[in-house]
């Protein structure tokens, strides 16, 4: 629906996991037209169900509130569009999910709107770093209006795969990642600040060093699922530990991403928690939680494996380094720092090392830590008004994939969200007709917890009796 210079935009984000509700909640408002006038923003958010819904201690976590927030199926959520007409449609809608759930959504949504003269601008993208399953992914994604690219890296490759198979590629638009910010590192206690981006960073770097009295912080980031087996991950955990111990005048923090029995957008099979009880860690290592950008607040040197903490910290110039302990490799994701000055190993970093990010590779990264950040969704926003302003609305919804281009593939991914090949629901989809009742959220949650026991404890026994 085109949106006037009075109406208020109403917006809907539909996401699978805590970190997609952040990043869909978070690029809606930044993409968004600015425009005199305008009454106000309506923002619903729509959380997919599944393994990985977010509980609500993990929304207050993330720090992003909506105008309205529940939780539905698939076959929900496309009720709910095609029941919103008139002043109640959206004119902007966030796919925040997985390939799989954007492209089922797409052919979904095409079905509802085919006899719509208007609908919303549909807008999807990724989380993080793209490292893995890039084309696979890309793919799924092609049909939204924008295909977001969180850097100038991810721009080129996006239109490579596009075009190298004979897509459009017009959708793909470079931004970048919706929740950078921050103040810029001021400088390790008792060293010399870094030149903060105005007077108000370099107040709170003060207040970070607490007068040169507050010990060195070093922030571990940890990952759900990198690395993904135990001798790995209790590797990491001693060297960790063994640095706390090295460095007594430190503060050595894990920082972790879910509770025991959350599940966040990859599933974690052993989580931090479990192995840190096996160990005896010193009085200056602790496990924390929280918001990123709270932790990045009072840390001094953040190192992780493949985290989009990394970029996170980077442009903040908080020292960040990115760990080669386990090799450089593809399944770790630490491949897609080659180049940025960033890999050590906790050998170095023990010894005192301090990487020294590439700029020219930082900059490619949609990084901004020159200030260009703020300029970094214009172009996402130009497009998004000229789409909604577009006389006569927006052609049908038309993703690459379809039963000429991928017929033994795409049924398979719609029936993963009980839809039919042409989008319509499956006989039998869960879908309520109203909310559940408190038997049947009971029942939910206890299912859940299910799952997520099996995924943490039997899953990981079952595969250790299997390489007797």
Not at 37 to 63: F, K, N
Not at 339 to 360: I, K, M, N, Y
Not at 382 to 403: E, H, I, T
Not at 410 to 423: E, K, M, S, V
């Amino acid at each position: 629906m085109p949106a006037s210079a009075t109406k208020a935009l109403r917006v809907a984000v539909l996401a699978d996991s805590d970190t997609r509700w952040k990043w869909g909640a978070l690029t809606a408002t930044r993409i968004l037209p600015d425009g005199p006038g305008e009454a106000e923003i309506r923002l619903d958010g729509y959380l997919l169900r599944g393994r990985a819904t977010p509980t609500a201690r993990q929304l207050r976590e993330v720090g992003v509130s909506a105008d309205s927030l529940r939780e539905v199926t698939a076959v929900e959520f496309l009720r709910a569009m095609d029941g919103a007409r008139g002043e109640e449609s959206y004119d902007v809608l966030v796919l925040a999910l997985v390939g799989g759930g954007v492209q089922a959504m797409l052919h979904g949504l095409g079905r509802v709107w085919q006899d719509r003269p208007e609908r919303p601008v549909v807008v999807t993208g990724y989380v993080g770093v793209v490292y893995e399953k890039l084309a696979d992914g890309l793919l799924l994604r092609h049909g939204a209006d924008l295909v977001l690219a969180n850097s100038r890296q991810d721009a080129d490759r996006f239109r490579a795969v596009y075009e190298g198979v004979g897509a459009d590629a017009a959708a793909v638009t470079e931004v970048a990642l919706p929740f950078l910010g921050g103040a810029a590192y001021a400088g390790e206690p008792g060293g010399t600040e870094g030149d903060g981006q105005d007077g108000e960073d370099r107040r709170h770097g003060e207040d970070r060093q607490g007068g040169g009295g507050r010990a060195h912080t070093v922030v571990f980031a940890a990952q759900p699922s990198v690395p993904d087996n135990r001798a790995d991950r209790t590797y990491l955990l001693d060297r960790l530990i063994r640095h706390a111990r090295l460095h007594p005048e430190r503060e050595v923090l894990l920082k972790l991403r879910s509770r025991p029995g959350e599940h966040t957008t990859h599933i974690e099979e052993l989580p931090y928690q479990k192995l840190v009880q096996r160990a005896d860690p010193p009085a200056n290592f602790r496990l924390v939680y929280g918001h990123m950008g709270d932790v990045l607040d009072r840390t001094d040197l953040l190192v992780t494996i493949s985290s989009t903490a990394a970029l996170e910290s980077l442009h903040r110039r908080i020292p960040t380094v990115v760990l080669s302990d386990l090799g450089v490799r593809e399944a770790l994701g630490n491949h897609h720092f080659v180049g940025s000055g960033c890999l050590a190993s906790w050998d170095q970093l023990d010894a005192g090392h301090r990487p020294a990010p590439d700029p020219e590779w930082v900059a490619r990264q949609g990084v901004a830590a020159d200030g260009g950040y703020d300029t970094a969704f214009d172009a996402a926003r130009g497009r998004v008004a000229a789409l909604l302003a577009r006389p006569g609305g927006l052609p049908p919804l038309a993703p690459y994939y379809s039963l000429v281009t991928a017929p033994g593939y795409l049924p398979r991914i719609l029936a993963r969200h009980h839809l039919a090949p042409d989008g319509t629901p499956l006989p039998g989809a869960p879908a309520a007709e109203r909310p559940p009742g408190p038997v049947r959220q009971v029942v939910r949650r206890a299912a859940r917890g299910a799952y997520r026991h099996g995924v943490q404890r039997v899953a990981p026994v079952i595969r250790r009796m299997g390489e007797l």
